[in-house]
């Protein structure tokens, strides 16, 4: 059964940072494109970054560029957001995914969804 398990989310300023975590199990998670998502209340879901089966490539949404770093341990079958430089309107449920690669990622395609974490920056 594959599991993919958000954590490390919570209320925070803005201006604050925060480090999400997805943990998989039961996928080979290094063949895997691993991405970030997030959706507000009222709102679609948006890609806020992806990143390749070895790590080498990144990508990020717009809103995001420059705040957000994406990493992935393939040791741990573990992806990570570091969040910085937090903000009101990054106020959303984050998922992380699984996917054939970074393209497919960025159009919302993925093999594979974690249930969530909620991030909640406060003005």
């Known amino acids: 059964q594959v599991r993919l398990l958000e954590s490390g989310g919570g209320l925070v300023q803005a201006g604050d940072s925060l480090r999400l975590s997805c943990a998989t199990s039961?996928?080979?998670?290094?063949?895997?494109?691993m991405g970030w998502f997030r959706q507000a209340p009222g709102k679609e879901r948006e890609f806020v970054a992806a990143i390749s089966l070895g790590g080498r490539t990144t990508d990020y949404g717009d809103s995001v560029k420059g705040r957000f770093t994406i990493s992935r341990d393939n040791a741990k079958n573990t992806v990570y957001l570091q969040m910085n430089s937090l903000k009101p309107e990054d106020t959303a449920v984050y998922y992380c995914?699984?996917?054939?690669?970074?393209?497919?990622?960025?159009?919302?395609?993925?093999?594979?969804w974690g249930r969530g974490t909620q991030v909640t920056v406060s003005s």
């Open positions: 039961g996928l080979t998670f290094s063949a895997y494109a």
């Open positions: 995914a699984a996917g054939a690669n970074i393209g497919r990622l960025r159009g919302l395609t993925a093999n594979y």
